[in-house]
């Protein structure tokens, strides 16, 4: 099936600073996704991306659809304690099955 | 409760024993999708269910059971349940429309231990 890889699996960061992370498939996706999950509860909704190219803001996030449809990534700007979790890219093609990243997990150090 | 709520949160059993999984969500999305999550593999899927009496395997389906009744409910059954199946099981929803509001929306999860 397809897969995903997610990186960096962990990042430890300052208070502030820019944070980036990607996701490569070895297939092409019709839709990226970026999910936010906190300890102890579900993934959460952050950025959806429909259009290869599309470069998409919400907030300090920004999210892009690689142009090869094969890949995204998510910038958060300026990052703040509460930005820590783990953080997951998920494609779809063009059926209902959505592959899922393994996941980067972000420590926010103040 | 509005939205997607999963039962019950945390769950310990023994290997061979049926477990079923509930989830119930109060949008009256079209599709509903089981996952689970383990270390260093994300989030696979299930099994996933397009509208009331049809499902679909997922990506892990062998030893899991599913059913959708009605639009609402989507009960997970893990028939003789391996130490394999310990995980953390998530229920999503969303509806048949795409778009950025519409995509899938997580219930908070079972924490299911098999021993």
């Known amino acids: 099936g397809q897969q995903l890889n997610q990186s960096p699996q962990s990042m430890f960061i300052q208070e502030g600073e820019d944070v980036s992370m990607n996701c490569t498939s070895s297939s092409i996706f019709n839709t990226w996704l970026w999910y936010k999950q906190d300890p102890g509860e579900g993934p959460v909704l952050l950025i959806a991306?429909?259009?290869?190219?599309e470069l998409t803001s919400n907030g300090r996030l920004t999210a892009q659809f690689g142009i090869t449809r094969k890949d995204s990534f998510l910038n958060i700007s300026a990052s703040i304690p509460s930005d820590v979790g783990i953080y997951f890219c998920?494609?779809?093609?063009?059926?209902?099955?959505?592959?899922f990243g393994a996941g980067t997990r972000l420590t926010v150090k103040p | 409760d509005a939205g997607i709520t999963q039962s019950p949160r945390y769950k310990i059993t023994e290997t061979g024993r049926q477990v079923t999984l509930m989830c119930h969500q109060t949008?009256?999305?079209?599709?509903m999708f089981w996952y689970r999550q383990d270390l260093g593999h994300g989030l696979r899927l299930i099994y996933y269910s397009a509208a009331a009496d049809i499902t679909d395997k997922g990506e892990v389906s062998d030893g899991y059971v599913v059913s959708r009744s009605k639009t609402e409910n989507f009960p997970l059954t893990l028939e003789s349940a391996t130490r394999s199946q310990t995980s953390v099981y998530f229920c999503?929803?969303?509806?048949?429309?795409?778009?950025?509001?519409?995509?899938?929306?997580f219930g908070p999860g079972t924490r299911l231990t098999v021993l």
């Open positions: 949008w009256s999305h079209s599709y």
């Open positions: 999503a929803s969303r509806d048949k429309r795409e778009s950025s509001y519409n995509e899938q929306f």
């Open positions: 991306l429909y259009k290869a190219g």
């Open positions: 998920a494609g779809r093609d063009w059926g209902n099955d959505m592959r």
